[in-house]
């Protein structure tokens, strides 16, 4: 049984249901790369939360009222906004229902421990050395979450610190993980991004 | 927009026939997969052979994992409910699929579905009813791998 084909939204990408009648993306802003690249394709991160949208493509009717159900609320719960909550490793079907129980399609998500973090640029360019940053200078950065060479995805609660405060801040920017730096004065900072085991550490160098 | 209509027995007199003959002999309706299991894990519906049809059905599933079941009989099952001995260990919920199905007479229905979910490792039988008639699934509900 084949449904109609899918009309995915203006991020480009999401998970298609078993019955492709439904597809579930992130509640990502069309420019947002950032966001985007949070599409349920990959495992959710093991602790990571993951807004989904829904969108339906059934015949002769705009998207009914719907709800989720995990199949195995051990690996991944749904909570009271309808978020997916990673809890442990594993597979959990996510049932997608109408209002009288009925299932309109169902998708298969992973969850996966973290075993490295990694940070970006807000684009998605990786940092691999030290930064330079002059005084007043801002620079949004993100996090990455890796099981071995498989980038996982979800909101996380990541842990950023800086060693010097004085050189560096680290200021929210709206979102759960990432952070805005500003170089508030010269000298030298390393800033530290944590998930529970999973570890990475930047240089920063501000000049005048 | 047109509704999606897909022809079951195709235009063949021969392809017509079977399903004509499998109601004069009073066929219970067929149930088959629709979804395919997700990688490494389990979503299997096999028929257990009967003399004229398959007497019973049985049903691997991994838990945590669902899968989408058809009833049709000749066109799709009229009033299909389905229920779970043990809804701890499987759990069926009615499926709503937008796709109408052309049976040998020609006419047209939606699908008549079911999904299959599985819950917790252990075994148990699914009963399907429908008009049509009905069916047993025997299902066996295993163990996700250990992380």
């Given at each position: ?142 996090p990455a979450l890796w099981n071995g060479s498989q980038r996982l995805v979800g909101d996380a609660s990541v842990r950023w610190s800086a060693s010097s405060d004085a050189t560096i ?40 | ?110 699908s008549a579905a079911m999904v299959v979910v599985g819950k917790s490792a252990g075994a148990t039988t699914i009963r399907v009813h429908a008009k049509e008639g009905d069916r047993v ?11």
């Amino acid at each position: 049984m084949r449904l109609l084909p899918l009309v995915l939204v203006a991020a480009g990408c999401g998970t298609t249901g078993a019955l492709q009648q439904v597809s579930l993306m992130g509640q990502c802003a069309e420019s947002d790369a950032a966001c985007s690249r949070r599409h349920p394709v990959a495992p959710l991160a093991v602790g990571a939360t993951f807004h989904p949208e829904l969108e339906t493509s059934v015949t002769g009717t705009t998207t009914p009222t719907l709800r989720l159900e995990s199949a195995d609320p051990s690996v991944l719960a749904v909570d009271a906004s309808g978020a997916l909550v990673a809890k442990a490793p594993g597979a959990s079907a996510v049932l997608i229902s109408a209002d009288d129980g009925s299932v309109v399609d169902f998708v298969h998500v992973w969850v996966a421990p973290v075993t490295a973090v990694t940070v970006a640029r807000r684009d998605g360019d990786r940092i691999v050395g030290s930064i330079g940053l002059a005084v007043g200078e801002d620079l949004v950065l993100a996090p990455a979450l890796w099981n071995g060479s498989q980038r996982l995805v979800g909101d996380a609660s990541v842990r950023w610190s800086a060693s010097s405060d004085a050189t560096i801040s680290l200021l929210h920017d709206g979102s759960a993980d990432r952070r805005r730096l500003r170089a508030r004065a010269p000298g030298k900072a390393t800033i530290t991004v944590a998930l529970g085991d999973a570890k990475t550490s930047i240089d920063i160098e501000v000049v005048p | 927009m047109t509704a999606r209509i897909r022809s079951r027995a195709g235009s063949s007199f021969g392809a017509a026939l079977v399903p004509v003959l499998g109601v004069l002999a009073g066929c219970l309706p067929t149930l088959a997969a629709q979804t395919a299991a997700p990688p490494g894990r389990s979503a299997r519906l096999d028929p257990v052979d009967g003399f004229w049809q398959p007497s019973s059905y049985r049903l691997e599933l991994s838990a945590g994992i669902a899968i989408a079941v058809t009833c049709e009989h000749g066109s799709p099952c009229e009033h299909m409910k389905a229920t779970s001995d043990n809804p701890a260990i499987v759990e069926v919920r009615p499926a709503s699929l937008g796709v109408l199905e052309r049976g040998w007479s020609g006419d047209a229905q939606t699908s008549a579905a079911m999904v299959v979910v599985g819950k917790s490792a252990g075994a148990t039988t699914i009963r399907v009813h429908a008009k049509e008639g009905d069916r047993v699934i025997a299902v066996t509900v295993i163990p996700p791998p250990a992380h």
